[in-house]
């Protein structure tokens, strides 16, 4: 890796390289034919055999069978290393850290009929106190789980209907969480009261068509801004906001943190997020036009579905373009935001579920589905985009019928033939 990008070079230092082993270079990688058994595995045993196959990526894998039993697992090779996790360089060169087996399926995260009677994951940590082996240390914020958690506690019985609520859901928990610090701040002008005011009448969902969840979000972006020039670095590893540690910080470590910020700083940060509020609103004045009141989060919350190809070319760009303003954030049940935002558009969506499905294993014709955009990457074809606004307002549709009704009915047929 030193031969490619000059940082890995310095940590490295003179005379020796930086390198990277990785479980999925390995000279024979069973993953495709794990997936294939998967796709043929009748219950539980046979799931949990065909991952035995699966190398990587390490992902979060739910099951359920029409027997109603339900599971969830987090498959893929582990390394186990003599010494230290992996998270950090070590000498390669000694042997005292090489890699020694992987972690056994039997060890890996997993449940299987809890007695909750209910699975989920939105990229948390799935492991916990009991974990012998090493699995990491960053995962997603929780705030996602957190809602899922809400919705299960809440609800006595769940249905497809619940299920897209959930899928729906633009309540963001990381303002709820962040708001009562920002509410006692002490505003410096008449502008930063207003829009205090407004943030405390808010019910923390992130509505396109409300300009409150662009406030909160460009207040949390400044403060992001203010972390990483207190920290010395840039932050990245926890998306864009970093919104769980500010709130750990603030609750916990906010005299370490804040009281050099500024000449008039108080110790428990209320000064930074004041000048946060201000240097947010300075930055909406420029971007957006009129009152605050009128601002919009969909006006900075734009999805970007843009084709990889003709996007590169002027006219092909604007037709094969389907970006459109877009609800939720970075921490919503439905997805938004981005890890790495520009300095141009750094509310733009460019992160999130393509896919969505409902399973209705009682009668699987029930079962809901939606993708992104639409079937077809032409262009010119009524397919192309036509799914894309249902996919932006969370919606989804049945599939069903045989194949010989869907002829009956003059559908149209693709068919893949290979070269004569």
């Known amino acids: 890796m030193s031969d490619i990008d000059e940082d890995m070079a310095d940590v490295a230092g003179k005379g020796k390289v930086m390198a990277l082993a990785f479980t999925g270079l390995g000279d024979r990688d069973t993953t495709s034919e794990a997936i294939m058994r998967i796709n043929r595995a009748s219950d539980w045993k046979e799931f949990l055999d065909a991952l035995r196959l699966y190398q990587t990526p390490a992902q979060n894998l739910v099951y359920a069978d029409t027997a109603g039993n339900i599971g969830y697992i987090n498959p893929g090779f582990i390394p186990v290393r003599k010494a230290s996790n992996g998270v950090a360089p070590v000498d390669g060169a000694s042997g005292n850290f090489d890699w020694i087996g992987t972690v056994p399926l039997t060890q890996l995260p997993q449940i299987y009929n809890p007695q909750a009677g209910f699975v989920f994951n939105a990229n948390n940590a799935p492991t916990g106190p009991g974990q012998i082996y090493f699995l990491g240390v960053d995962w997603e914020e929780p705030y996602r ?38 509410y006692d701040i002490k505003p410096s002008n008449s502008r930063a009261e207003d829009a205090l005011n407004m943030l405390k009448a808010w019910d923390f969902t992130m509505d396109k068509d409300r300009p409150e969840p662009l406030i909160f979000d460009a207040w949390l972006y400044q403060m992001h801004k203010k972390l990483q020039a207190m920290a010395g670095n840039d932050l990245k590893e926890r998306g864009p906001y970093m919104a769980n540690s500010l709130s750990y910080i603030l609750a916990n470590h906010a005299s370490e943190w804040c009281g050099d910020d500024l000449a008039t700083a108080a110790p428990d940060c209320r000064a930074a997020m004041s000048k946060a509020l201000d240097d947010a609103l300075d930055m909406l004045s420029s971007r957006e036009s009129g009152s605050m009141h009128h601002w919009r989060w969909g006006n900075e919350q734009v999805t970007e579905l843009k084709n990889k190809f003709y996007s590169h070319f002027p006219i092909l760009s604007a037709r094969s373009n389907l970006s459109m303003s877009s609800s939720g954030d970075f921490y919503t049940l439905d997805r938004g935001g981005n890890f790495a935002p520009d300095k141009s558009h750094p509310f733009n ?48 549709f049945t599939l069903s019928g045989k194949e010989e009704d869907l002829a009956a009915k003059g559908l149209p047929e693709l068919v893949f033939s290979p070269p004569h």
């Open 349 to 396: 969506r460019n992160h999130g579920g393509g896919f969505r499905g409902i399973y209705d294993l009682s009668e699987p014709d029930n079962s809901r589905f939606m993708i992104a955009t639409g079937e077809s990457g032409h262009i010119m074809s009524p397919h192309y985009g036509d799914l894309a606004p249902l996919w932006n307002d969370v919606k989804s």
């Open 145 to 182: 789980a957190e809602r899922l958690q809400y919705f299960f506690d809440t609800i006595a019985k769940h249905s497809l209907d619940t299920s897209a609520m959930m899928q729906a859901d633009h309540v963001s928990l990381a303002a709820k969480e962040l708001m009562p610090y920002l």
